[in-house]
């Protein structure tokens, strides 16, 4: 919003929301599965702005990108590799194991931190996928 609208202060550019989104749902969903990766929220709002070609950008659009792109993720993780995504799913932590730096490399594993430390989680956008629920 502040490159949308870079003459507002902070609070003014948030009324303004809905000149770029459909609500403020889409944009948190933007954010969220992007997993804090600004490059990953661009090259989703340039998959929308590709396909809509209109403002506001829709939820549904958004939705329609984000499975595009999970399709493709999902097509490029190995069988073992799914185990060790459960894993993470579940626990937050990785071990040494080559496994984990391959879906770290990957970007199928994001590393966080915060004030009270650092964990791990899969990518936002795999959390729909099927083959993690096993």
């Known amino acids: 919003l502040a490159r949308a609208f870079p003459e507002l ?25 992007s997993g804090g990766h600004i490059r990953n929220l ?53 071990t040494g194991d080559d496994g984990y730096k391959i879906l770290i490399r990957s970007m199928f594993v994001y590393e966080y931190g915060d004030a009270k430390g650092s964990w791990f989680d899969i990518n936002p956008i795999l959390e729909g996928a099927e083959e993690l629920k096993l």
């Open 42 to 94: 661009l090259r989703f709002l340039f998959d929308c702005i590709r396909q809509e070609r209109k403002l506001p950008l829709s939820g549904e659009t958004l939705k329609q990108v984000i499975q595009k792109k999970r399709d493709q993720m999902v097509l490029a993780i190995e069988p073992y590799e799914w185990e060790l995504l459960r894993q993470v799913f579940r626990s937050k932590k990785v």
């Open 9 to 33: 202060e902070s609070n003014k550019r948030l009324e303004k929301i809905t000149e770029i989104f459909d609500n403020p749902e889409t944009l948190e969903l933007l954010c969220f599965v």
